[in-house]
């Protein structure tokens, strides 16, 4: 049996955190985006010092998902003024959760979902929210069948590609 673990990462992380960012990223999204896109997004998104600069920021946090001891999968949050869309002080926005390509169909983005709302319940928040690309039709299930709903969407550039992400939404309050 496998010993699957989520742990908060440090800055220490960040040679780590960069490579699972960007490998991800293409597992998911390189065979319907083109290479000058994909390439200018991770420079951009997954560049060394913007992530040294999201580790540090304290309104964010990033969590690695390993399976014995081997990373399968990250999440990151933001809080408060942190959050891209809507900066609500009673909510949490999950901004990214991805899981390698060779560990999908194995609840490692459950595991890091759930960790998501716990995190949202600890501190006492009403709601959790996410962007997701509206022709990302497994995520968007996932998130469907985790009682997430749409409440409306919001452009996303990959590249030179405008892009439309689907808000949604999931009420924790009282949970």
Known sequence: MSLIGIRKLSLEDLPLLQEISRQTFCE????????????RYLSDSFNEDRLHDE??????????????????GYLKVN???TQ???????????ERIYVL??????RIGQML????????????LDYVWLGVWEHNHRARKFYRKNGFVEFGSHDFWLGSDKQTD??????IKGQ
């Open 28 to 39: 998911t999204f390189a065979d319907v985006n083109t290479e000058e896109d994909m390439n």
């Open 55 to 72: 580790l540090l920021n304290l309104g964010s946090a990033f969590y690695f998902a390993e399976v014995d001891g081997q990373v399968a």
């Open 79 to 81: 809080f408060g003024d």
């Open 84 to 94: 891209t869309d809507i900066q609500d002080r009673n909510a949490l926005e999950l």
């Open 101 to 106: 390509k060779s560990f999908l169909g194995k």
């Open 113 to 124: 979902l759930d960790k998501t709302l716990q995190i949202a319940r600890d501190a006492r």
């Open 166 to 171: 689907l808000m949604m939404r999931l009420e």
